[in-house]
């Protein structure tokens, strides 16, 4: 499975923006879809996941209430909205796909495919 994820940019404090990761080469609606971040000099941390059929989420607990995970299997795409933007969220967010069993995976280690990640920026 190849995954492109794309959207990041240079963004406001405060403002919003929605990633979007693009799967091919497998069927996309077998995994669960994560997103993870990793900011400079710290460890890649989970930020939301997704089942496969999209009924079920889970998100970090420090990332609840401004990050929303959504996924649509017709379109190969998994997508993360991001609120309230501040500068602590600054980080290249990478999109997953794991074949574990069960709806959630919070484990860098329990996916198996990931994307090239994508830069978010946030000014003051």
């Known amino acids: 499975v190849q995954l492109q994820a794309s959207g990041g940019g240079l963004v406001q404090g405060g403002g919003s923006v929605r990633l979007s990761c693009v799967g091919s080469?497998?069927?996309?609606?077998?995994?669960?879809m994560g997103w993870f971040r990793q900011g400079p000099g710290k460890e890649r941390e989970f930020v939301a996941c997704i089942s496969p059929s999209g009924g079920a989420t889970a998100s970090a607990n420090s990332m609840k209430g401004r990050f929303t995970i959504s996924r649509d299997n017709a379109k190969n795409t998994v997508y993360l909205q991001i609120n309230n933007l501040n500068q602590e969220d600054s980080a290249v967010y990478y999109c997953?796909?794991?074949?574990?069993?069960?709806?959630?995976?919070?484990?860098?280690?329990?996916?198996?495919?990931w994307g090239q990640g994508t830069q978010v920026t946030v000014s003051s």
């Open positions: 997953g796909a794991s074949s574990s069993s069960g709806s959630y995976a919070t484990r860098v280690q329990a996916y198996d495919y």
């Open positions: 080469g497998g069927t996309f609606s077998r995994y669960i």
